[in-house]
């Protein structure tokens, strides 16, 4: 008796994981038995190589996890950030794991996970700058990546844009002194002044609160709900936290994720 009931226990939640199978919406893939994943591969520490040349960062990371627990062999495609959006419309990968800022003008033409990260705008600029908050950064020169939350911010505080298509680029010519600030996230900052060496500090103040969500097509509602149930898992058995606290010290995961689908 003891034995049938062990094997009645065990067959519910077999039961429940097949109809689950069962019932979820077949994913449309650009390569079956791949999830083809847009990222820049140039913005540390969500995306970077390791000395030997491997992709490496927070998106890498959990976006492999991802793919891992959808089982689905994890493709990169290395694009930069004015074109991500280009490209996932023409099909050309599946998700784009770049760090993207969830707004409501984007979700007008994309469609995202839930957040999968918590972050916010911050201020870098050199030691010793007379800048010491966003309120110093009128009629400054200021950089940013082009198209992106942080140089809309940039004008908005009175400040003379410089676009870039790299973060690198911008971080350099601040330390060139070619800009007086870049505004950039307040993740890659922190990574920036804490491991790269640079003379650049942070302002204490945030331009921006935001989370960060993987873009996916309009139509791709399956692969949507199917990433969300990935990362939710992943975040309740702390495999989340283990892939990302070796890079920040922390788990940046936010507290009250942003579901972006109908609960």
């Known amino acids: 008796m003891k034995f049938a009931g062990l094997v009645r226990s065990l067959a519910v939640p077999f039961l429940a994981l097949a109809v689950h199978l ?3 919406e ?7 038995g791949k999830l083809t994943v847009a990222t820049q591969g140039t913005f540390p520490p969500f995306s970077m190589r390791t000395p030997d040349g491997q992709l490496d960062g927070l998106e890498i990371r959990v976006m492999r996890e991802v793919a891992r627990r959808l089982h689905l062999e994890y493709t990169p495609v290395l694009t930069q950030w004015d074109a991500l959006l280009i490209g996932l419309q023409a099909k050309k990968y599946d998700i784009i794991s770049a760090s993207m800022d969830i707004t409501p003008e984007r979700q007008k033409s994309i469609l995202f996970s839930d957040g999968w990260l918590e972050s916010g ?3 870098v600029t050199l030691k010793g700058s007379p800048i010491h908050s ?4 009128k009629d400054k020169t200021v950089g940013a990546l082009v198209s992106s939350t942080f140089a809309k911010l940039a004008i908005e505080h009175g400040a003379k844009l410089k676009s870039y298509r790299l973060e690198t680029d911008a971080i350099q010519d601040l330390v060139n002194g070619t800009v007086d600030a870049v505004i950039t996230d307040s993740i890659s900052g922190a990574y920036v002044a804490e491991h790269l060496g640079l003379p650049v500090v942070m302002t204490t103040d945030y331009v921006s609160h935001v989370q960060k969500g993987f873009a996916m ?4 509602r399956p692969l949507a709900d199917a990433v969300d149930r990935a990362l939710a898992d992943m ?3 702390g495999t989340y936290a283990k892939l990302t606290k070796g890079l920040l010290g922390y788990d940046p995961s936010p507290k009250d994720p942003i579901r972006t689908l109908p609960q």
């Open 22 to 24: 069962a019932s979820a």
């Open 26 to 32: 077949p994913l449309d893939l650009v390569q079956s």
């Open 121 to 123: 705008g911050r201020v």
């Open 134 to 137: 966003a309120a110093d950064l």
């Open 217 to 220: 097509r309009k139509d791709e």
């Open 235 to 237: 975040v309740a058995d």
